[in-house]
């Protein structure tokens, strides 16, 4: 098969173009674009009133827990995250946003409505549902098919 022709190329392709646009748009805050979006996904469960855990940054983007502690680890450094043991379970360390980070919110949801509007940019509502629709047939034929291991 013409490898241009290949879905996998189409979608891996597509994957790191998205990931160096989002990695420059937070390169002024020291964070790179998951980096960035683990700080949306702490800050919406802070405002739920859930606290999160290491764990469930792995479930939520799919990445194994070295790679995690790493970006945690970065995170805690450049003054993002503090890692606090839990009230409930002493084994477990609860993420919290510093300071630094609750005043760079706003700027980190701006910079990703952008993102989100200059994917869409020409394209209607329901190709955009069609396109999701499709994407997660694939992320679920890949993970049938053995892509989805934990470690």
Request: glycine share 6%; hydrophobic share 35%; aromatic share 6%.
């Amino acid at each position: 098969m013409d490898s241009s022709k290949r879905i996998g190329k189409c979608i891996f392709d597509t994957a790191h173009q998205l990931k160096v646009i989002l990695d420059a748009s937070f390169e002024d805050a020291d964070l790179n674009g998951l980096q960035a979006r683990i700080l949306g996904f702490v800050e919406h469960n802070n405002k739920s009133g859930k606290s999160v855990y290491q764990r469930d940054i792995e479930a939520e983007f799919k990445i194994r827990r070295s790679s995690v502690s790493s970006v945690l680890d970065t995170m805690e450094k450049n003054g993002y995250i503090i890692r606090c043991q839990s009230r409930h379970d002493a084994r477990l360390k609860q993420i919290l946003l510093t300071e630094k980070a609750d005043k760079m919110g706003q700027q980190h949801r701006d910079a990703i409505d952008r993102f989100e509007e200059n994917l869409t940019k020409n394209i209607s509502v329901q190709e955009t549902e069609t396109l999701k629709y499709l994407l997660n047939k694939v992320l679920e034929n890949a993970a049938v098919s053995g892509g989805d291991k934990d470690d």
